[in-house]
């Protein structure tokens, strides 16, 4: 049972353009949601999260919208870069006890920016 | 530099034999795990880490095992339990085990089972 849903395994964009990637779940108890950016053989890479008490946070080109009532989150990056060609992760938080808490990835979703 | 040093990037190994792979940080961060990632797959947690001698199993423990018996040391073992062992492992770090999550990954070590 998949908790952390990317339902698009990959996405072309033209550079310069919008890159929106998409994220569902299925747990409504989930704490916060992160995105990681990871490139071929290498280790996922922090970019930005929001709170669930939150509707939307911004790090420079990078912004990220949380719909509670609909379970959804994305990720958008205005303007799309080459080197923001990717695989992006989304990630949501829970508390698992005993002051742990836990992530769940999702299955990622490649991003290609067309120069 | 301040990081996660896993090794050995690559590692082949023959069914049945046991493997350990390492996972050193030198960020002074209380919490580590390990996940698994497979083609098309998101991370798996298979061990946790929020205290030196003590770990908690994540979602697919089964055929693995830990120790941390140093703060920045959190090696894991393939046994030969792993029914399919072939795989990207990623180690990582946390400075605080609250609700935000920020981990810090290695770079990863690929296991190919022979």
């Known amino acids: 049972d998949q908790q952390v849903k990317q339902n698009s395994p990959s996405l072309s964009v033209q550079e310069g353009r919008i890159s929106i990637l998409n994220c569902d779940y299925t747990?409504?108890?989930?704490?916060?949601f992160l995105w990681y950016k990871k490139y071929p053989a290498e280790g996922p890479t922090f970019l930005i999260s929001i709170s669930s008490i939150k509707d939307k946070n911004e790090d420079g080109r990078f912004t990220v919208f949380l719909n509670k009532s609909a379970k959804h989150l994305s990720l958008h990056i205005v303007p799309s870069q080459p080197g923001d060609s990717a695989v992006y992760f989304c990630a949501a938080s829970l508390y698992s006890g005993a002051g742990s808490y836990q992530l769940t990835f999702g299955k990622g979703t490649k991003l290609s920016v067309i120069p | 530099d301040g990081g996660i040093t896993q090794s050995p990037k690559y590692l082949f190994r023959k069914e049945g034999q046991n493997v350990t792979l390492s996972c050193e940080q030198n960020l002074n961060h209380d919490a580590m795990y390990w996940y698994r990632q497979d083609p098309g797959q998101g991370l798996r947690l298979i061990y946790y880490s929020q205290i030196v001698n003590d770990f908690q199993k994540g979602d697919i423990a089964e055929g693995y095992s830990v120790s941390r018996e140093k703060k920045e040391s959190f090696p894991l073992t393939v046994t030969s339990a792993q029914k399919n062992p072939t795989a990207f492992y990623l180690c990582?770090?946390?400075?605080?085990?609250?609700?935000?999550?920020?981990?810090?990954f290695g770079e990863g070590s690929r296991l190919t089972v022979l």
């Open positions: 747990n409504s108890m989930f704490d916060y």
């Open positions: 990582a770090s946390s400075p605080r085990p609250g609700p935000t999550g920020e981990l810090f």
